[in-house]
């Protein structure tokens, strides 16, 4: 089983930066796919960035050029790095870890920390 555990989130003022954390353990194939999604009241979960294991990055347009997501292989974790926060950036945060396809596909999820940008 794997367990994910993120970090970080909270409430900052328009313009403030957070930096989200995620930790996972367990049985964890070392080719992965790490994630950050997202999900405000009354809209579905979306994708906000994600990085697999080899380092490739990909973000939605909204984050591009103020989110940095990275990782640590050797320690299973994740970050997500937050500036020019907005206001529509308030959503739980919800970290994920995937790998494999068909049958073989595993994907784990935490429980989600909130992040609140006030105006």
């Known amino acids: 089983q794997v367990q994910l555990v993120e970090s970080g989130g909270g409430l900052v003022q328009a313009g403030g930066s957070l930096r989200l954390s995620c930790a996972a353990s367990?049985?964890?194939?070392?080719?992965?796919?790490m994630g950050w999604y997202r999900q405000a009241p009354g809209k579905q979960r979306e994708l906000v960035a994600s990085i697999i294991s080899g380092g490739s990055t990909n973000y939605a347009d909204s984050v591009k050029g103020r989110f940095t997501i990275s990782r640590d292989n050797a320690k299973n974790t994740m970050s997500l790095q937050m500036n020019s926060l907005k206001p529509e950036d308030t959503a739980v945060y919800y970290c994920?870890?995937?790998w494999g396809a068909g049958l073989s596909r595993r994907d784990y999820w935490g429980q989600g920390t909130q992040v609140t940008v006030s105006s």
């Open positions: 994920k870890i995937y």
């Open positions: 367990g049985s964890i194939f070392s080719i992965n796919t």
